[in-house]
């Protein structure tokens, strides 16, 4: 399954590491990679998180971080299939309405 980042979810990416880096750059790039890896895990079973507070969506908490994946599947044919990751979100900041464009 293709794996598609909306600039939300990018931008959320950034932040996260951004104010990590401030504090601790090594921990960082560990942040990074679990949050790509946990993305890998979704796309070869996409249905391992819950499903979302906003239709259409799921959810997948990353194991030892405080985050959580906010994803949905699009196109479900196996062939065309795309994950879409839409937003990382720390889990104690309220969700905003979904403006995932």
């Not at 959810?59 to 196109?75: G, H, M, T």
């Not at 979100?89 to 905003?96: A, D, N, S, V």
Request: cysteine-free.
């Amino acid at each position: 399954m293709r794996v598609r980042y909306l600039r939300g979810a990018l931008q959320n990416i950034a932040d996260i590491s951004q104010y990590i880096r401030q504090h601790n750059p090594a921990a960082a790039v560990r942040v990074g990679q679990r949050i790509r890896q946990v993305v890998a895990l979704i796309a070869e079973r996409p249905n391992l998180g819950k499903p979302g507070i906003f239709p259409g969506t799921r959810e997948f908490k990353i194991p030892d971080l405080p985050y959580r994946v906010i994803y949905r599947v699009v196109a479900t044919d196996e062939p065309s299939a795309v994950l879409e990751i839409l937003r990382v979100h720390h889990i104690r900041r309220q969700l905003l309405p979904p403006d995932w464009a």
